[in-house]
């Protein structure tokens, strides 16, 4: 019976111990709480930005769909013999390096439609 004086003591100081031991937890798991949200906004980020690209990528597609259906094109696939190398003249493009793909399909639009 002498060694429950011992438990009172232990008692006493194992309340401060868990108290501690309880905050630190707490504080982790917060940090890794915190982390798990930034991971979240970067790949929420990175989404949006593959998002504007696809955006740009179909505007150029819908661009040349444009021009392959223009009606002089279409004339040119109708008239053209099978196997045949009739073609229109390709503009040379030299001179539009420093335009944007918007404006070279543009300019070879209204090439095709004159």
Known sequence: MD???VLIPLT?????????????????????????????????????????????QEERIANLEAVVTA???QKQQTNALPNSEQRYAFPDLEGYKDMS???KTAILAKKLQS
Not at 24 to 49: G, R
Request: proline share 4%.
């Open 3 to 5: 060694w429950i004086w």
């Open 12 to 56: 006493a100081l194992s309340i401060p111990i868990i108290a501690i031991l309880s905050k630190v937890l707490e504080n982790y798991l917060k940090a890794q709480a915190q982390q798990n949200t930034s991971l979240s906004e970067d790949a929420l980020a990175e989404m949006m930005m593959l998002r504007d690209k696809l955006a740009e």
């Open 101 to 103: 793909n918007d404006e």
């Open 71 to 73: 009606q002089p094109w």
